[in-house]
Nanobody, 123 residues
Framework: QVQLVESGGGLVQAGGSLRLSCAAS????????MGWFRQAPGKEREFVAA????????SYADSVKGRFTISRDNAKSTVYLQMNSLKPEDTAVYYC????????????????WGQGTQVTVSS
């Protein structure tokens, strides 16, 4: 059974930084792509970033490109999201996701999800 546990969320002022972590268990972590999504109140869940099984390929939503960095440590079965230059519009619940294969896509179907961690950016 796949388990994803996020941590690192919190309240930060605009311009600040946060680092989210997601610890995975239940199957061989290094075989699967990983991603981060977010959902703001009243909005649909949206793609933020993803990384392939090896860590050599990644993708970002245009809204976070240049500010956020996704990385993974296969030895620790953990994926990270470094968020810099945070803006109030980044406020959302951030979800870690594990794909069913070794590559990623931006849709929200057929993914394993964590419970989410709240990120609040004050202006």
């Amino acid at each position: 059974q796949v388990q994803l546990v996020e941590s690192g969320g919190g309240l930060v002022q605009a311009g600040g930084s946060l680092r989210l972590s997601c610890a995975a268990s239940g199957r061989t972590f290094s075989r699967y792509a990983m991603g981060w999504f977010r959902q703001a109140p009243g909005k649909e869940r949206e793609f933020v970033a993803a990384i392939n099984w090896s860590g050599l390929s990644s993708s970002y939503a245009d809204s976070v490109k240049g500010r956020f960095t996704i990385s993974r440590d296969n030895a620790k079965s953990t994926v990270y999201l470094q968020m810099n230059s945070l803006k109030p519009e980044d406020t959302a619940v951030y979800y870690c996701a594990q794909y069913t294969g070794n590559s990623y896509y931006t849709g929200v179907r057929n993914l394993y999800w964590g419970q989410g961690t709240q990120v609040t950016v004050s202006s």
